[in-house]
């Protein structure tokens, strides 16, 4: 089973609006991370936002934030005022705290591509 | 600046030419990874290290190796690429400090053709 699955391969939005991208995950872990990147044209990864399984409130940073529903595991990221930057591949990670060999591998799901436009 | 650095950055090869991508940090990290990203399946894990002389394969190990025999490099090593090793590589690096909270840090990427 996917332990992350990204079911939008691919997004418009308008420059200014907010976006919603999906993000769902599998784990039997009580403790986990959830991050977002986002990798540009160029290729980088830049990290955007972590929530962490125990965390009360939904992770902010900026204009990203981050809709954690823990009961339907589910982890959007939200983007408000989309600007043309915004353009890139978005990709979802979790990390599962198995104090085990490899707990602190990221696993991501298959991204999905956000196209603001003018 | 703290940053990840790979070098080099493109590189086309032939079959069964050795290589080596580099990779270090100058964060003091404990934990570096290399993944491989390949289109529609995102990115995938070759192999990692918890610290210095501490290796261990990832989802995708075969076909490279690794050593880390200093904290701030993990180089990635291609004894004999073949054609499915092209693909785009990163490294990464992050403290052991916090356990699920830590921060993996990506390089800027190789971009890897085995002709």
């Known amino acids: 089973a996917q332990k992350i699955t990204q079911t939008q391969p691919g997004m418009f939005v308008q420059e200014k609006e907010a976006v919603t991208l999906d993000c769902t995950y599998d784990t039997s872990d009580p403790s986990y991370g959830l991050f977002w990147y986002k990798q540009p044209s160029s290729g980088e990864m830049i990290f955007l936002i972590y929530?962490?399984?125990?965390?009360?409130q939904n992770a902010t940073e900026g204009r990203y934030s981050l809709n954690f529903q823990k009961a339907r595991k589910s982890a959007n990221l939200v983007i408000s005022a989309s600007q043309l930057g915004d353009s890139a591949m978005y990709f979802c990670?979790?990390?599962?705290?198995?104090?085990?060999?490899?707990?602190?591998?990221?696993?991501f799901g298959t991204g999905t591509r956000l196209l603001v436009s003018p | 600046e703290a940053q990840v650095t790979q070098n080099p950055r493109y590189l086309i090869t032939v079959t069964g030419k050795k290589l080596t991508v580099t990779c270090s940090q100058n964060m003091n990290h404990e934990y570096m990874s290399w993944y491989r990203q390949d289109p529609g399946l995102g990115l995938r894990q070759i192999y990692y290290?918890?610290?210095?002389?501490?290796?261990d394969k990832g989802d995708v190990p075969e076909g490279y190796k690794v050593s880390r025999k200093e904290k701030r490099n993990f180089p990635l090593i291609l004894e004999s690429p073949s054609p499915n090793q092209t693909s785009l590589y990163f490294c990464a690096s992050s403290s052991l400090a916090g356990g699920v909270t830590d921060t993996q840090y990506f390089g800027p990427g190789t971009r890897l053709t085995v002709l």
């Open positions: 929530q962490g399984s125990y965390d009360q």
């Open positions: 990670a979790m990390r599962e705290g198995r104090v085990n060999t490899g707990f602190q591998k990221l696993v």
């Open positions: 290290s918890m610290n210095v002389e501490v290796t």
